[in-house]
T-cell receptor
Framework: GENVEQHPSTLSVQEGDSAVIKCTYSDSASNYFPWYKQELGKRPQLIIDIRSNVGEKKDQRIAVTLNKTAKHFSLHITETQPEDSAVYFC????????????FGTGTSLTVIP | ETGVTQTPRHLVMGMTNKKSLKCEQH?????MYWYKQSAKKPLELMFV???????ENNSVPSRFSPECPNSSHLFLHLHTLQPEDSALYLC??????????????FGPGTRLTVT
């Protein structure tokens, strides 16, 4: 089965700086890679996703890059704000994979004002 | 109500009790999931249902019993639980279309405490 690894497990940045979270996956057939944000006491919510036919996707201050050859994808948050503080999870899934999503272990991001 | 709802939001039960968690999705999705989220641990997938049929059971103890009567409702029946089963139980739904998966929508979760 798929194995998703996520680093770092914790990350602290100054407000205004950038944050980068990296994930690797093992199954070359994986083709859908969502990122979820979970604020304290709340449900995980999708913030951005990317499919294997695209190398990069941006949405305002958030971007995701995908390197299919190296089997890794990264979340980039620019101009961080205190409200970006949360746990971020990456995930991987594939067509015909039994609807399974494989999640990373999460990164706790703290943005220091 | 829209999205994915879960009841109850909080549950305290003894080890000999029987209780059920309920999940309902109002999104017309065809796949539903149960996850367990423990403190400082990743999301653990427990069960997957696709078009009401269970497609995955990730070695979950038999004291957890899922039920999916239709594509909008999902239950998790609990029986003779252990204190280590205390966690946040999240339900999610997603849509598979032409073999491609789309994002999962999560419910608010049930915070379960086993005493």
């Amino acid at each position: 089965g798929e194995n998703v690894e996520q680093h770092p497990s914790t990350l602290s940045v100054q407000e205004g700086d950038s944050a980068v979270i990296k994930c690797t996956y093992s199954d070359s057939a994986s083709n859908y890679f969502p990122w979820y944000k979970q604020e304290l006491g709340k449900r995980p919510q999708l913030i951005i996703d990317i499919r294997s036919n695209v190398g990069e996707k941006k949405d305002q201050r958030i971007a995701v890059t995908l390197n299919k050859t190296a089997k890794h994808f990264s979340l980039h948050i620019t101009e961080t704000q205190p409200e970006d503080s949360a746990v971020y999870f990456c995930a991987a899934s594939r067509r015909g994979g039994g609807n399974q999503f494989y999640f990373g272990t999460g990164t706790s991001l703290t943005v220091i004002p | 109500e829209t999205g994915v709802t879960q009841t109850p939001r909080h549950l305290v039960m003894g080890m000999t009790n029987k209780k059920s968690l309920k999940c309902e999705q109002h999104l017309g999705h065809n796949a539903m999931y149960w996850y367990k989220q423990s403190a400082k641990k990743p999301l653990e997938l427990m069960f997957v249902y696709n078009f009401k049929e269970q497609t995955e059971n990730n070695s979950v103890p038999s004291r957890f019993s899922p039920e999916c009567p239709n594509s909008s409702h999902l239950f998790l029946h609990l029986h003779t639980l252990q204190p280590e089963d205390s966690a946040l139980y999240l339900c999610a739904s997603s849509q598979e279309l032409a073999g491609s998966l789309y994002e999962q929508y999560f419910g608010p979760g049930t915070r379960l405490t086993v005493t």
